[in-house]
């Protein structure tokens, strides 16, 4: 299964990332900022740099 979670970095965001990542899930982690994406790619995670007003749609592609 495919989980994208809006606002990886944020408080619940980086704990659902920690939990899901490493398993049999994809997890897509959706930031702003690209500075944070090494960090989620690190844990595994695939990393989406979107603007949630402009950029959802491109999140869930693919």
Excluded: C, Y
Excluded at 11 to 25: A, K
């Amino acid at each position: 299964m495919k989980i994208l979670i809006v606002g990886a970095n944020g408080q619940i965001g980086r704990h659902l990332v920690d939990q899901l990542t490493g398993g049999e899930h994809t997890v897509r982690a959706m930031i702003r900022n690209p500075v944070q994406a090494p960090a989620f790619e690190a844990k595994g995670a695939e990393v989406v740099v979107a603007d949630l007003e402009t950029d959802f749609r491109s999140a869930l592609e693919g």
